[in-house]
């Protein structure tokens, strides 16, 4: 899976400051292992799961043993066996045993948002509808996360509020109306991507006469959205959004609806099972 040179940057700082947070002064329990012995660790996947967050691992582990030695049994974004060996790692004890739980912690992390990706991207795999992730992240960690989500098959919302308008119903209520709220972002910044969040048909009617290309449906039943999907009929994009979850995600993907949001890959992850153990030591 390809990074993005924000998210290269994005995993320099997320590795920096995790590392920094969990060996603060230094490795106190470390320094218990003889500074000249080196060893072998596997990590073992206790489940099966999606992998995510290679790099941010492999990164964690090379911060404190530059010439470690990495044998990858699966690459981002396919699934891994339980009670499969996902990694095997040489390197001196000492900085084995400092990057273990933040290399750990990113695994852990991102396959978990990746996992739960896929899951819903497997249910509604026979319509045409797209998975798309929120701004619902984890603090310092958004560009991996979206990255976690690509890896489960899922598809990227906009990053933040500086690449794209998501116009809600408070910058709405702020401007004055749609209409002004449209016409300001078009003055501003032509070239951003532009989409409304509606709750209401005569809502969506005004986007549609202002020529916005995607509407956010906000909290609309299923069967409301596939009324709305027969009047658009293919003239703007339409994204359902609020509340979804596993049991009513299908019924939106089958009316037609071209993309549902769900904030719940990221925010309501379930971090997967595994751990690492020391196999050999040597001199």
């Given at each position: ?8 940057e994005?995993?320099a700082r997320?590795?920096?400051n995790a590392?920094?947070?969990?060996i ?13 012995q ?15 967050g290679r790099?941010w ?22 699934t891994?066996?339980?009670n499969?060996v996902?990694?095997?790692?040489s390197a001196h004890?000492r ?6 739980r933040?290399a750990l912690?990113?695994l852990q ?10 899951h ?17 992240t984890?603090p310092?960690?958004?560009?991996a996360q ?6 489960g098959g899922?598809f ?6 500086f ?9 709405i209520?702020?401007a004055?109306?749609?209409r002004?709220a ?6 501003l910044?032509p070239?951003?991507?532009?989409q409304v969040?509606v709750?209401?048909?005569a809502?969506?009617?005004e986007c549609l ?7 956010l ?5 299923p ?6 999907v ?19 995600l ?14 719940s ?5 379930r ?13």
């Amino acid at each position: 899976m390809q990074l993005s040179e924000r998210e290269q940057e994005a995993l320099a700082r997320n590795v920096e400051n995790a590392i920094a947070e969990d060996i603060g002064s230094g490795d106190i329990n470390a320094e218990l292992i003889p500074a000249g012995q080196k060893g072998t660790a596997r990590i073992i996947a206790r489940q099966e799961f999606v992998l995510a967050g290679r790099p941010w691992a492999q990164a964690s582990f090379l911060h404190f043993a530059p010439n470690a030695q990495m044998q990858w049994c699966a690459n981002d974004g396919e699934t891994v066996q339980a009670n499969s060996v996902l990694l095997e790692i040489s390197a001196h004890s000492r900085a084995l045993l400092s990057a273990e739980r933040t290399a750990l912690n990113f695994l852990q992390t991102l396959s978990g948002t990746a996992t739960t990706t896929a899951h819903y991207v497997r249910l509604i795999a026979h319509t045409k509808t797209k998975l798309l992730d929120t701004r619902k992240t984890l603090p310092g960690l958004r560009d991996a996360q979206k990255y976690a989500v690509r890896c489960g098959g899922g598809f990227n919302h906009r990053i933040g509020l500086f690449d794209a308008f998501l116009l809600k119903e408070n910058h709405i209520a702020a401007a004055g109306s749609i209409r002004a709220a449209v016409y300001a972002a078009r003055e501003l910044y032509p070239n951003r991507f532009l989409q409304v969040e509606v709750e209401t048909r005569a809502q969506l009617e005004e986007c549609l006469s202002l020529g916005v290309p995607r509407v956010l449906l906000d909290n609309f039943s299923p069967e409301q959205t596939a009324e709305l999907v027969r009047f658009v009929a293919g003239r703007m994009e339409l994204e359902s959004s609020g509340g979804i979850d596993e049991q009513s995600l299908i019924a939106y993907a089958e009316v037609g609806v071209d993309f549902i949001s769900i904030g719940s890959l990221t925010k309501h992850l379930r971090a997967v099972d595994l751990s690492m153990r020391m196999v050999t030591t040597y001199s």
